[in-house]
């Protein structure tokens, strides 16, 4: 316990205080920090409303539960699986630091951070364990990257397509064909934007996260608005996620506000705005008079 609270105060830095502006010198540079506890509490609650109750990903395993409450389980269970997930992600990053005797993965000869668990696996696995751990690590992104590919092409056809004239009279041959057209697309999308990140140095995980906030605090936004207030209509939100869009560019463009805030200040934009497209529409709406017998 001494030295857990010796590491939480090192260097004049209380670590577990919520606003510890000690971080980066100031409230911009608390807010500029990587990982903070009120960030990361905060910061992700918003991120996981907006991934487990917004996002196409889980919304369409959700929906493939045959009653409203065994969705509701599932998404429990899979949230308390997620906890027990990343509460092992966290163990295997101390266990590897500590194998690896707290050297920096630069001190190891590799290009960044990801490296460090295969290489973990190619020196130091069993042959046979190794390749049950590299198939399990395949198996996964599978699973997720058709996951993907699947809510994205089905927004694009039901969303979007249906809307064109291309649309009518389409069979179920035809629906499902042009399912398969959009598949291949965004197949083809995810591998070329795949390709521009190649050289970073960031994280695959942090760089996912900060992609997917870009556009979370709109669509997590317009929910809210869709929810609590029940008089903002189809132009309030869609206004509400634009400017919450752009709010987004303009804060990746011009400051240094890590991801850990970009989808709770993009929701708090769009419902700013939603709001204040709500209002202003009651203002200047033209007031209709009832006479009287009619």
């Given amino acids: 316990w001494a030295d857990v609270v010796s590491f939480a105060t090192a260097h004049g830095q209380d670590k577990f205080a919520f606003v510890n502006t000690a971080t980066g010198g100031s409230l911009w540079g608390f807010l500029a920090a990587p990982y903070t506890l009120l960030g990361g509490v905060l910061g992700g609650t918003f991120l996981t409303m907006a991934s487990h109750g917004t996002d196409q990903l889980l919304v369409q395993r959700l929906l493939g539960c045959r009653t409203r409450r065994d969705s509701q389980k599932a998404l429990m269970l899979d949230a308390t699986f ?25 001190q190891l000869g590799l290009a960044t951070s990801d490296e460090v668990f295969p290489k973990f696996i190619v020196e130091n696995l069993p042959t046979g364990v190794a390749g049950l751990v590299v198939a399990g690590v395949l198996a996964s ?94 132009a309030d939100a869609l206004t509400g996620f634009v400017c919450g869009l752009l709010a987004m560019v303009g804060v990746l463009a011009f400051t240094k506000i890590d991801f850990t805030w970009h989808t ?31």
């Fill in 82 to 106: 997620i906890l027990l997930q990343f509460g092992f992600f966290l163990v295997l990053g101390l266990c590897l630091f500590a194998f690896y005797g707290g050297v920096t993965f630069q």
């Fill in 264 to 294: 709770l200040i993009g929701s708090a934009v769009t419902m700013l705005v939603g709001n204040g497209c709500r209002i202003a529409r009651g203002w200047f709406a033209p007031v209709v008079k009832v006479e009287a017998g009619q």
């Fill in 141 to 234: 992104a599978m699973g997720t990257l058709s996951s993907s590919i699947s809510s994205l092409a089905s927004a694009t056809y039901l969303d979007l397509f249906q809307l064109t004239p291309l649309a009518r009279g389409l069979d179920a041959k035809g629906e499902v064909r042009w399912s398969r057209i959009f598949t291949l697309v965004w197949g083809v999308l995810l591998i070329g934007g795949a390709m521009l990140f190649t050289d970073t140095k960031n994280p695959v995980v942090e760089l996912g996260l900060k992609i997917a906030s870009v556009t979370y605090g709109g669509l997590l936004g317009t929910f809210f608005l869709g929810l609590f207030f029940r008089r903002t209509n189809q």
